[in-house]
Every structure is written in structure tokens, then in C-alpha cells.
């Protein structure tokens, strides 16, 4: 039997992960992954789904692993975390307080999410973005994790093909693989920013039913211009591809705002999330925005599926809209982070760094220092104590010369992870 985890105060501080000492990162006493199975305990093999056979998510192991060490003790200076290191600001979680002392039960709300919530949302979209939106289109996720689920069962078949352009964020291969649909790769380049245009998509001469784009990318950071998305959407349409604008770093930009898809297709599925700009993560709270037609297969799945995304959490979502002032000064805060690095990282030995025009994410190509990414990766967490995500999640063919640096924490950790660097490459 497992031990019950005490709660204790470091759960309850904003930081971009956990402190000494916190009981949810020590790994339990009776953890052994060595341990049999329980179906091979019994001497019997049951069949395991084909589908469930992706790859791990290698930062996220990587998270786990540093949230323990840093449990335990040690000292590590943490850039591979892709969350931010705040909360939601106070005033929306004071309200969700109240809602609790006003509902104690909580109970499920519509499959959707509240009206009161995707109507805020519509009315965003509106204020963002100028683009009027009916809040019908809207449907309230657990995370834009599970939106992805949603989009993907709702605009594809199993057997279609999905084209991804590398380097990706990962959970997308992974996710439309559990669904049994196809994937084409597509490779971009530092040379083209790291990301797609319509000339890319022509000159693949690849066959495809839909296309996901990220931008601000995740994990380059880098964006797809305006006039090149109004591009990308017209190829879309033109080639009955269906476009999934995945938009979860949207407002943190540093250059220039992000546009949304919708404003040049109407065909295209946008999804955005509370975790990153909101600074909801473990909130667990998203949204899709769908055409129309698409609206009423939402409804059917999202009811069947997941019955209803977390009410109290919706309250806070709610609430946040009320509050862009303290998040787009995280913004700031991150942009203060990116500038550090960008001065920081190069004399220290970094050099090969991605525009980084929004998110909190630096992808470094360290050909030059080495061929083995993850190696390096657990070096330099050994001996400079620094943590990255090595870059073989994004690019499973280039990774191995690649780096993703977060720096979404403290200015501080960001001199001190040049300062480390410095010492351990110099
Ligand atoms: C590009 C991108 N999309 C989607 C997600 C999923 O986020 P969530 O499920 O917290 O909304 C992430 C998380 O890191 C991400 O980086």
C-alpha cells in the first residue's frame, strides 16, 4: 500500500516547480520500476494496444526527475521547465474561494464548459483580435491537451494523415498516433525561422488532411508572420487541408502581437489554453474554437468523453479575464528572463540561439559542442547543475544537436545559469 502524501506549504508557493523537501516530488520508497506487472505476476501476457506504443514525453520525465532532485536537496537551476513560474493572480483565486463558499458541491457544469465562460471568450477574441465570435464555436477543455483529442476526433478519421512541421511539440505525434492517424514530418530550418510558409507546404509535394501550425512555437519560440499565416490559411483551403492553429503562447510576444487564424480561415480549428499566458497550469483549463458545422461534434464528444471540464477551475478562468494587467506583466517578466539570456547565453558558450520572438523558450543548436543531446543534458546537470530539455522530443531525426531552454523562472536563475555555464563550458 502506498503512504498518504502530507500537503505541505511548498505546494502552495508560485515557483516553476517544486521546493526542498516537497512530498508530491520524493519518489515513493515502494517506487520500482523494475517491478513485474501485475498481469505478469500471474504468468500471463494480456494484449497491449499498438496505439499506446508512443514515444515517452521526454521533458516531462525530465521534470519529474529534477522536481525529485530538487526535493531531495539539491541545487539546480532550472531551465526546462515550460511553465510559468506564477500563478493566477490573487483576486481570481479569492474569487474562486468564494464560489466554493457560495456552491460547496460544485458539480458538473455544461459538457462545453459554463456559458458565462465561453461567452468571456468569445468576447476576447473580440477585444484581441478583432473577430467576432459566436460563443457556440467555443468549447471549454481539460488543458488544450485534451482539446487536441477533441479537434482531432472531430475533423479526422482514423487512417488520415496529419502533417507536423519539426521541430514540434511532441504531445501532437503522440496524441494523433494513440488516435491511429497518420503523421508526415516536415522539416524547417533556423534559416526560415524555424517555422512553415505556404512555399514549404507546395514544395514538400507531400499528401495531407490536415496541418498543425504553433506560433509562438514551442520550442523554438519563434512566429509565423502575419501576411505568411493569411498564406498558410489560403493553401489550406485551396488543398482541403484542415488547419489546427495551435495558439497556446499567444500575448506572450515580445515583437509583435500574434494574430489568430481564424481571422483568414474559416475552415481552420484554433486551440488556446489557461496554463501558459493565463498562468493557470495546474488548473487545467483550455478552449477550441471551432467552424460552425463542426460546433454540435464537439458537444457529442466533449459530453461522452470527459462529461464536463472542472467547474471550480472555470470559475478562475472566468475571473482571470478581469485581470490582464498582472499577466502582461509576467510578460514583461519574461521578456526581462529572455534578455538576460540572450546577452548571457552566447558568452558562455551557447551561441546558436532561435529568434525567440515569443513564449519563454530558446532552442539552441549545440552541434557544435556535441552529438548526444540527452548526454549532454544530464552533464551539465550533474556538474553545472543546470537543467535543459534535451531536443530529441521535438525533432526525433535532429534532436540530438538540440536544446530547448525555458525561461520562464526567476532573473536571478538566469544569471546564475549563465554564470554556471560560463564556469562549466569556459
Ligand atoms: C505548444 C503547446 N501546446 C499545448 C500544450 C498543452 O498545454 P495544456 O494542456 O496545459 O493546455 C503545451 C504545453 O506545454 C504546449 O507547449
Redesign the pocket.
Known amino acids: 500500500m502506498r503512504k498518504t502524501v502530507p500537503l505541505t506549504a511548498s505546494h502552495l508557493k508560485p515557483t516553476a516547480g517544486h521546493g526542498a523537501g516537497c512530498a508530491c516530488c520524493m519518489p515513493h520508497e515502494d517506487d520500482d520500476e523494475d517491478e513485474p506487472q501485475d498481469t505478469q505476476q500471474k504468468g500471463r501476457t494480456m494484449k497491449l494496444s499498438k496505439r499506446s506504443d508512443i514515444e515517452t514525453f521526454r521533458a516531462l520525465d525530465n521534470l519529474r526527475a529534477v522536481n525529485e532532485r530538487i526535493a531531495r536537496g539539491e541545487d539546480i537551476i532550472r531551465l526546462e521547465a ?1 511553465q510559468p513560474c506564477f500563478g493566477a493572480p490573487q483576486a481570481a483565486l479569492d474569487y474562486a474561494i468564494e464560489m466554493i463558499k457560495n456552491d460547496p458541491r460544485q458539480g458538473y457544469t455544461d459538457a462545453l464548459g459554463m456559458t458565462l465562460l465561453r461567452d468571456r471568450i468569445a468576447v476576447y477574441y473580440r477585444d484581441q483580435y478583432g473577430e467576432d465570435l459566436n460563443y457556440n464555436r467555443v468549447t471549454v477543455t481539460v ?3 485534451s482539446g487536441f483529442i477533441l479537434a482531432f476526433l472531430a475533423a479526422f478519421d482514423a487512417g488520415d494523415t496529419i502533417a507536423l512541421t519539426t521541430p514540434t ?1 511532441p ?1 501532437y505525434r503522440n496524441i494523433l498516433k494513440s488516435l491511429n492517424l497518420n503523421i508526415i514530418e516536415i522539416e524547417t530550418r533556423a534559416e526560415t525561422n524555424y517555422q512553415p510558409t505556404a512555399a514549404l507546404l507546395e514544395d514538400s509535394g507531400k499528401k495531407f488532411d490536415g496541418l498543425i501550425i ?1 506560433s509562438p ?2 520550442p523554438t519560440g519563434a512566429m509565423i508572420d502575419e501576411t505568411e499565416l493569411q498564406k498558410i490559411c489560403a493553401w489550406c483551403e485551396d488543398n482541403d487541408v484542415r488547419l489546427i492553429s ?1 495558439e ?2 499567444h500575448r506572450i510576444t515580445y515583437e509583435k502581437p500574434a494574430q489568430t487564424a481564424l481571422k483568414y480561415s474559416k475552415t481552420a480549428i484554433v ?1 488556446n ?4 499566458y493565463f498562468a493557470m ?1 495546474g488548473w ?1 483549463m ?1 478552449w477550441v474554437v471551432v467552424p460552425g458545422d463542426m460546433a454540435d461534434r464537439m458537444k457529442r464528444l466533449s459530453e461522452s468523453l470527459f462529461v464536463s471540464p472542472p467547474t471550480l477551475s472555470q470559475h478562475v478562468a472566468y475571473k482571470i479575464f478581469d485581470h490582464i494587467d498582472v499577466l502582461d506583466g509576467y510578460v514583461a517578466h519574461y521578456k526581462k528572463n529572455r534578455d538576460i539570456l540572450r546577452e548571457g547565453l552566447p558568452k558562455a558558450g551557447l551561441k546558436n540561439l532561435s529568434a525567440a520572438q515569443g513564449a519563454f523558450y530558446f532552442y539552441v543548436d549545440v552541434s557544435d559542442l556535441t552529438n548526444n543531446a540527452p548526454d549532454f543534458c544530464r552533464q551539465m546537470l550533474d556538474e553545472a547543475g543546470v537543467s535543459m530539455t534535451a531536443g530529441l522530443d521535438f525533432d526525433l531525426t535532429r534532436g540530438h544537436q538540440t536544446l530547448r531552454i525555458s525561461y520562464a523562472g526567476t532573473p536571478e536563475d538566469m544569471h546564475e545559469a549563465c554564470a554556471r555555464l560560463g564556469k562549466w563550458l569556459g
Open positions: 515550460g488543458g488544450s491537451s511539440y504531445a504553433t512555437s514551442n495551435d497556446a503562447y486551440l489554453t489557461f496554463s501558459k497550469t487545467r483550455g
